[in-house]
């Protein structure tokens, strides 16, 4: 199985009055062909600029490098906003958290759909018609035909996020990254919009990079989570490697935040992660959870902690070995 | 659309009827009609015998709606120093006015929205500072003074214009720029910050994330949002130039309409007076109509409203 993305070293600089912010420090993944890869994090910790940096589609102050960064095999460093401007929404489309505003008011659905592959493909505006037909029936909306000529303003949160998403595979992209695409939505649509999401990626074969907060998410979609803190990866590995056996002590909070049903009994505290994630100026001179970790010892202040590799695919940035992460992760789930 | 459409033509109506109601009290308030047409020199039983030969001894809203009655078939009376029917006067200049704000309603649109895309595109930079400065000047200078300097520039010293008269389209060009020039500083601010506002929506990014061109990211997505509010600017605006068009036409002897309704008011020619003041403000009427349906034509959300 081919990597579709594949990312090593991942930077995005954004130069401010008091000095330089890197929210976006050395991340390394690849989203292969058929999977799913989660990107897990709370708030402002680089998820959503690493999918723009990807896409090219960075605020313009923010300056973006990487070791590599190559599309089906294809390097996107090298290539001008001409050719990225060709592949994005053709060779990799993006799905956004705020389907109320991402479309455009002052245009129908059919033309928002249409104009994304014209301008792709050498097609007339009957073909483009046909092929958004399809696809907004593909996406679950019905009547479809007359849908086209309504204006985003008449559709619905679910709806629109549909449409979001019938606009994303207009020109069969081998891409598709989707940031908190059921964040703005209702739970009940939440599912729909995810099971969907699941059954496009397996019949058109894309690869799907999801970014979320929501564990809960990860556990239905993903084939493998990549745990982001503080613009880094602090833990990597299949969606049931990491669940079973977390190894990181923020990956074992955030996992502990969620309640299982029959076992969180009715009133027990949920577990939280105390502190705030740190500022990320300069570069890293320590582990940057040590001010929050239960384990934290003098090493973890020492210097920056080096991403572990233990075995193929499964990666975890700590001073302590596997075999003292199991035993916290074991003591902390007896307690 | 339809329904929309009838609602606004509905409210347009009773309007003019308002404003033309206004109008009439108020000049009949301000003149004595009877005084007016009998002359400085009259006596008091002369007055009298007018105001009886011409009705104006009946009760005012009588006098209204016979007004209105006959207003409404295009019937607007005769001039009192100009013996000639107010309706020909009217139709006579109208072209004149109507050229001169077309014209100057068209140079500042065509002057304030590219610079106003351009500031937008680039906040803060030199394009930014010159657009701002030269919409700080447009709103400080008075429009009668920018006209002078005008024409001692351009009429007098390089004599590459006429200054008065309305033979050719040259006439025009100063007085259009003159009442245009006012209007520019705020379709200019508008646009720029109807840009800036759109080039930071998410939909914005969505059409970049689609692979769309700049040109098209920005003239289809961004700048037809961007313009809505200035559309309905525009329309205001070009009643205020009809109304400038006073000042403007007696600068440059214009022979239109702002230019009668200054010869009327300071001849107290009644009917022409109510007339014109009816003109323009049907006009205004109009234009805010037009304003409201291409709204609603560039922006669906308020077609339901």
Known sequence: MSAILEVRDLRVEIPIATGTLVPVRGVSFQVERGKTLCIVGESGCGKSLTSLAIMNLLPKRAKRTAGQLALAGADLQGVDERAMADLRGNKMAMIFQEPMTSLNPAYTIGNQLEEAYLRHRRATRAEARERAVYLLEKVGITAAGSRLRQYPHQLSGGLRQRVMIAMALMCGPDLIIADEPTTALDVTIQAQILHLLASLQREFHMGVMLITHDLGIVARVADRVAVMYAGEIVETGTVHEVFASPLHPYTQGLLRCIPVPGKTRRGEHLGSIPGVVPALFGEATQCSFANRCPHAMPACTAAPIPLTAIGADRAYRCVLPVEACVANQARAVAA | ?305
Not at chain 2, 22 to 49: M, Q, R, V, Y
Not at chain 2, 244 to 265: K, M, P, Q, R
């Open chain 2, 1 to 305: 659309m339809l329904v929309y459409s009838l609602k606004r033509l509905l409210l347009a109506c009773l309007v003019v009827l308002t404003v033309s109601g206004i109008t009439f009290i108020l000049t009949n308030a301000a003149i004595d009609p009877a005084k007016a047409l009998a002359g400085d020199s009259a006596s008091a039983a002369d007055i009298d015998a007018i105001r009886k030969a011409y009705g104006f001894d009946r009760p005012l809203p009588v006098q209204y709606f016979d007004w209105l009655g006959s207003a409404l078939i295009g019937e607007f009376g005769e001039s009192v120093r100009m013996r000639r029917p107010v309706a020909t006067l009217l139709l006579e200049r109208l072209p004149v006015t109507m050229s001169l704000g077309a014209c100057a309603l068209a140079f500042a649109l065509l002057l304030s929205i590219p610079l106003g895309v351009v500031a937008a595109l680039k906040p803060n930079s030199a394009v930014d500072r010159v657009a701002l400065s030269l919409s700080v000047l447009g709103q400080a200078l008075p429009t009668f003074w920018f006209a002078l300097m005008m024409i001692i520039l351009f009429g007098v010293i390089l004599r590459w214009l006429p200054i008065s008269g309305s033979d050719t389209w040259l006439h025009f060009v100063m007085p259009a720029i003159a009442l245009g020039y006012y209007a520019t500083p705020a379709f200019m601010r508008l646009t720029r910050a109807g840009m800036i506002e759109v080039l930071a929506s998410d939909y914005i990014r969505t059409a970049r994330a689609k692979g769309l061109r700049p040109p098209t990211v920005l003239f289809k997505h961004a700048l037809r949002n961007a313009v809505i509010p200035v559309v309905s600017l525009a329309a205001v605006q070009f009643g205020f130039m009809l109304g400038g068009s006073v000042v403007i036409e007696t600068i440059f002897a214009l022979h239109g309409v702002g230019f009668l309704a200054w010869e009327s008011i300071s001849r107290s020619d009644i009917p022409v007076v109510q007339a014109i003041v009816l003109l323009i403000s049907l006009f205004y009427i109009v234009l805010t109509l037009l304003a409201d349906l291409l709204n609603a034509y560039l922006d669906p959300r308020i077609r339901v409203a």
